[in-house]
């Protein structure tokens, strides 16, 4: 079946007891037992719970996986995955990685003895001569967040495999909608449900997909003993937005097509990030492994206080962290999302302006812009 026909009715059935077409939302934590041991699939819901299965089904069907496991958050997801490794593992991440993941490895996870390098997009054409024996995992963005770099997957898949490790693509930019990196070679996929896949801006979720038994079976059981699960009302928020998820998407890159181009124009732009663009340097490799260029843009105002201005002068973007959301968003990165990355040499640049297009109008995506980089670049 298509992607669209799966998002609406994989892991869907109608209610066997009611026939409600839309999957209940199972508000319950325990389950009644015929006799000690005797279930019917479900004891206690921090171990499983159906809306939260049936989302799982649905979301690793869209992934092309055979197995999905659902956490309360994105870094919950990624918080779980680290639990595959051990003090003295070394992990290789694109540099420009989300700021939370950042937060997470080199002030949660390094001083437990865990080894973290950060490799800028553009050595991953030579990713090999980076990795060790002492590489377990190499983590990417695809495109990265905030700068929208993009790696090769397929690529990094071969390089690590060589190495005796495995690769986890972060493809919460992209979805699954435009990217599917198990199909090629990537052995796990991780996600915040928060963003594209929830898409309203009203739930907090993670995700990890994966085709590889003995990882699924391991996650499922740090999944169980470490807690991080969500619950059944946010897993039927997502399942939700998953119906919708093809339509919200092309609705996205269209609106993020036109502002890109719009920006590039602009004067008072120095560059846009934005993988649809012939100028991107990863234009080429997005075209190649994605079925369209997705629904961020960044772009660099003329300094810091420029970029601080026009954020605040904005009427339909909407001054928030976060994106994916039906709504546009605007925000700086170095103040926001990515300030603890502050001190690091990967920092963001302080007059980086990241934009999360949602599907308005783009007429009136551009005319709100445009309004903002004038009066921003007017003399004071």
Known sequence: ????????????????????????????????QEEVGKTKGYDYSRGANPTRSAMQACLASLEEAEHGIAFSSGLGATTTLMHLINPGDRVVLIADVYGGVYRLTSQVYEPKGYLFDYLPAQ??????????????????????????????????AD???????????????????????????????VHST?????????????FVAT??????????????????????????????GLKTLALRMRRHCENARAVAAFLEQHD?????????????PGHEIAARQMRDFGGMVSFLATSEEEAL??????KIWKLAESLGGVESMI????????????DAPFAPPKNLVRLSAGIESVDDLVADLEQALVRSAAPA
């Open 268 to 280: 008072a732009v120095e560059q846009v990030y934005y993988p649809g663009l012939p100028s991107h």
């Open 331 to 342: 925000e700086v990165p170095a103040r926001m999302t990515h300030a603890s990355t502050a």
């Open 123 to 156: 050595d991953f054409a030579n990713l090999g001569s980076h990795l060790d024996d002492r590489t377990r995992i190499v983590w990417i963005e695809t495109p990265s967040n905030p700068l929208l770099n993009v790696v090769d997957i397929r690529a990094a």
């Open 309 to 314: 201005a026009l954020v605040t002068r904005t």
């Open 211 to 240: 085709n590889d038994p003995t990882i699924a079976e391991r996650l499922f059981f740090l999944q169980k003993s470490l807690g991080a699960v969500p619950g059944p009302f946010d897993a039927w928020l997502v399942l939700r």
């Open 194 to 206: 928060t963003k594209y896949l929830g898409g309203h801006s009203d739930v907090i979720g993670g």
């Open 159 to 189: 390089a690590a495999h060589e190495a005796g490790a495995i690769l986890a693509v972060d493809n919460t930019f992209a979805s699954p909608y435009l990217q599917t990196p198990l199909a090629l070679g990537a052995d796990v996929v």
């Open 1 to 32: 079946m298509d992607f669209e026909t799966r998002a609406i009715h994989d892991g869907q059935e109608p209610d066997a007891t009611t026939g409600a077409l839309t999957t209940p939302i199972y508000a319950t934590s325990t389950y009644v």
